[in-house]
């Protein structure tokens, strides 16, 4: 079965960058259109970039020009988030999954982000 560990979350002020990873293991990512989701207290968990095999991205509006997904190829297994500019309303737990995960899908533990001064 697939297991995604993500990474790399922290306490950041506003205006700061964090680089979050997400490491999958039981299938080749580099093979599936991956993303990145995020869930704040109290909301449902959205989506909020996807990059396919092919390195085509996509984002929400709300993180364009902020946020970057990355894949590492060489390993197909490593999923990137280049979050700058960072503002308190990006504090949620982040998760990665592939790209048409739904709650019965299986997910990792996230990572906590929070933005605040």
């Known amino acids: 079965q697939v297991q995604f560990v993500e990474s790399g979350g922290g306490f950041v002020q506003p205006g700061g960058s964090l680089r979050l990873s997400c490491a999958a293991s039981?299938?080749?990512?580099?093979?599936?259109?991956m993303a990145w989701y995020r869930q704040a207290p109290g909301k449902q968990r959205e989506m909020v970039a996807a990059?396919?095999?092919?390195?085509?991205?996509?984002y929400v509006d709300s993180v364009k020009g902020r946020f970057t997904i990355s894949m590492d190829n060489a390993k197909n297994t490593v999923v990137y988030l280049q979050m700058n500019r960072l503002k308190p309303e990006d504090t949620a737990v982040y998760y990665c999954?592939?790209?048409?995960?739904?709650?019965?899908?299986?997910w990792g533990q996230g990572t906590q982000v929070t933005v605040s001064s």
């Open positions: 999954n592939g790209a048409g995960a739904t709650d019965f899908s299986p």
């Open positions: 039981g299938r080749i990512i580099g093979l599936y259109t």
């Open positions: 990059i396919t095999s092919g390195d085509i991205t996509n």
